[in-house]
T-cell receptor
Framework: GDSVTQMEGPVTLSEEAFLTINCTYTATGYPSLFWYVQYPGEGLQLLLKATKADDKGSNKGFEATYRKETTSFHLEKGSVQVSDSAVYFCALSENNQGGKLIFGQGTELSVKP | EAGVTQFPSHSVIEKGQTVTLRCDPISGHDNLYWYRRVMGKEIKFLLHFVKESKQDESGMPNNRFLAERTGGTYSTLKVQPAELEDSGVYFC????????????????FGDGTRLSIL
């Protein structure tokens, strides 16, 4: 079945460091890909998405590119801030499965001043 | 616009008791999803409603879990009787139609209900 694999956390960075969180997926079809973020004490929020190969999703300085050839959707940010500390979830949704999301295990990011 | 709201935010019960979680989706959202995250693992799909109908309940772990969506509005998820392995955070999400769809209609999540079984 479909699955999503993320790099294990926690990831600890200093402010203004470069961030990469790896995400790879397996899917039978042609899924849409998402990154969700959960800030402390809050629910999941959609961070960005991409719906076809080579699409780049971006939001709040974060970017991820849908790479069909490597089945990847790595999340990057050039300069992280303390306020980016959160848990990040990579997810996919197959177009013929009612929109249900399949998530990775989440990667906790801690940014120190 | 009000977001997805879940009640309660935290529930602590003893093994063998019954607990009911509630989710109020965003008004006008036909699609309603339940998910669960157990002990820092991945978030897993439980089931999907379209209006009042169960579209997909393939993720429901067993018959101790019962989900309903009265009149296609709010939804409840009842666990009876609760077992230790049911502990986790239960998330509800809603989205506009078409469900998922080729454009990947984003889902809006509630803050979750943290369920602790003692």
């Amino acid at each position: 079945g479909d699955s999503v694999t993320q790099m294990e956390g926690p990831v600890t960075l200093s402010e203004e460091a470069f961030l990469t969180i790896n995400c790879t997926y397996t899917a039978t079809g042609y899924p849409s890909l998402f990154w969700y973020v959960q800030y402390p004490g809050e629910g999941l929020q959609l961070l960005l998405k991409a719906t076809k190969a080579d699409d780049k999703g971006s939001n709040k300085g974060f970017e991820a590119t849908y790479r069909k050839e490597t089945t990847s959707f790595h999340l990057e940010k050039g300069s992280v801030q303390v306020s980016d500390s959160a848990v990040y979830f990579c997810a996919l949704s197959e177009n013929n499965q009612g929109g249900k999301l399949i998530f990775g295990q989440g990667t906790e990011l801690s940014v120190k001043p | 616009e009000a977001g997805v709201t879940q009640f309660p935010s935290h529930s602590v019960i003893e093994k063998g008791q019954t607990v009911t979680l509630r989710c109020d989706p965003i008004s006008g959202h036909d699609n309603l999803y339940w998910y669960r995250r157990v002990m820092g693992k991945e978030i897993k799909f439980l089931l999907h409603f379209v209006k009042e109908s169960k579209q997909d309940e393939s993720g429901m772990p067993n018959n101790r879990f019962l989900a309903e969506r009265t009149g296609g509005t709010y939804s409840t998820l009842k666990v009876q009787p609760a077992e230790l392995e049911d502990s986790g955070v239960y998330f509800c999400a809603s989205s506009q139609p078409p469900e998922g769809g080729p454009l990947g209609q984003p889902q809006h999540f509630g803050d979750g209900t943290r369920l602790s079984i003692l």
